[in-house]
């Protein structure tokens, strides 16, 4: 557990390694609380690679805007762990997450349980107890197998864009991670599809073929461009110009476009274009492309943080560098988690970034050191060892005379230490 989270119950170390897989310990879990996940809201359930919690951040910005409540379940969180259980727009509280806890710790008994598993079906126990219109539900590592895959019947479902992530689970290749990510897909449930590889698209059609889902396929069905000052959203309505999303980068237009996408679908709620419109303008992702105030760097030095931690994050956000940071050298602050590909994670920068460093992720006990990070990338850059954010920013500061903009990049849990700064 992330030393932010607040305390929880204590849970004995008795559990040992948990046997079976994660859903099934789930719905064994679930069963001693009553069934839970038989008295909530519609659910639209979200996995894929990279986008899940924006595309919920979209989701619940519209829903709302139109009126609506909305519970949301999400992972991992930065500061606090109530971010990931919201109940009816609002983080739950500390005193009723340790009562739901200490009430799914009680009914687990001597179960082997994983933390995912029973901080899911304490989330379901909250959901269930307390009333929206609707429920957004993250993936965790995603597939069949994956804790949150025991909502029978979801409303919709949606599978944001596929890429390399937790190869050593999911498979070594886009297909293999396609079959095993397809594991949201249910019967006769409609699942929002957003732009895929061309190696993927065919392996998700196949097995949706064979599952009776229906899909309603970027590029098929619908689809975005982005204008200069605007993005586009087009499908068999005709097109629609919205303005572009809150939070930024074209990845995050992509982000946007799975919630249209998902909106269009849906019969029995009413929002509207106007309700499209608020929830694009007002959508708010912590972590994700935002700009730091620093204790340490001055106006017009710049902080930034994105808590991007894979090569499709790596190539978006710099995607949006090269567009958009022209007028300051960059420089690049990193660490990552152990097995993280640490070399496609920082090939994308090696030309936008004027200086690369390396920094542990404190809060992470299986984070690289700041050493292994730099003799990883001795292959294609040079990346000099830090301490601390802090310590690079200073050496930074010292080596830069004209205004410069730092971007910490490769794990949400760099995030305090990026905010202490």
């Not at 929206?132 to 979801?154: C, R, S």
């Not at 498979?171 to 949201?184: D, K």
């Not at 229906?214 to 069905?221: A, D, E, N, Q, R």
Request: with cysteine.
């Amino acid at each position: 557990m992330s030393p932010y989270s607040l305390k929880m119950p204590h849970w004995s170390n008795s559990f040992g390694t948990p046997s079976g897989t994660p859903s099934e310990r789930t719905r064994k879990l679930l069963a001693k609380l009553g069934n839970p996940e038989q008295k909530l809201p519609p659910v639209i359930h979200v996995g894929g690679t990279k986008g899940k919690g924006s595309t919920i951040a979209f989701l619940r910005a519209m829903f709302e805007a139109a009126g609506y409540t909305v519970h949301s379940y999400t992972s991992p969180h930065i500061e606090n762990f109530n971010e990931r259980i919201v109940l009816a727009g609002e983080e739950i509280s500390d005193a009723y997450l340790y009562e739901i806890m200490e009430a799914t710790r009680k009914a687990a008994g001597d179960m082997e349980v994983g933390f995912f598993d029973s901080t899911t079906a304490a989330a379901i126990l909250a959901f269930s107890e307390h009333h929206a219109d609707i429920l957004l539900m993250e993936m965790g590592l995603g597939g069949e197998v994956d804790a949150t895959n025991i909502i029978d019947n979801p409303l919709l479902t949606i599978l944001t864009t596929i890429s390399y992530d937790h190869t050593e689970y999911m498979g070594e290749t886009l297909p293999e991670i396609a079959t095993f990510e397809a594991g949201i897909f249910k019967q006769n449930v409609p699942c929002i599809i957003s732009y895929q590889h061309k190696q993927v698209l065919p392996v998700l059609e196949g097995i949706a073929a064979q599952k009776n889902t229906p899909l309603y396929i970027y590029g098929k069905h619908w689809l975005v461009k982005k204008t200069p000052e605007n993005m586009i959203f087009i499908d068999s309505y005709g097109d629609a110009l919205l303005p572009l999303p809150a939070l930024l980068g074209a990845h995050q237009i992509a982000n946007a476009s799975n919630a249209i996408a998902a909106i269009t679908t849906l019969e029995d709620f009413n929002i509207s274009q106007d309700d499209i419109f608020h929830g694009l303008q007002n959508a708010k992702w912590k972590g994700r492309l935002q700009k730091i105030h620093s204790k340490i760097l001055s106006e017009p030095n710049e902080l930034w943080f994105d808590g991007g931690h894979n090569l499709a994050a790596a190539q978006a956000i710099s995607l949006f560098a090269e567009q958009n940071w022209h007028d300051h050298p960059l420089y690049l602050i990193f660490g990552t988690t152990i097995g993280k590909d640490v070399i496609s994670m920082l090939t994308p920068f090696i030309n936008l970034a004027r200086g690369i460093y390396s920094v542990s992720v404190k809060s992470e006990t299986k984070s690289y050191d700041a050493t292994k990070i730099s003799e990883i990338a001795s292959f294609i850059t040079t990346v000099k060892p830090q301490d601390s954010i802090a310590d690079a920013l200073q050496d930074i500061m010292e080596k830069q005379t004209q205004p410069f903009r730092v971007l910490v990049f490769g794990s949400l849990y760099l995030w305090l230490e990026t905010v202490d700064s």
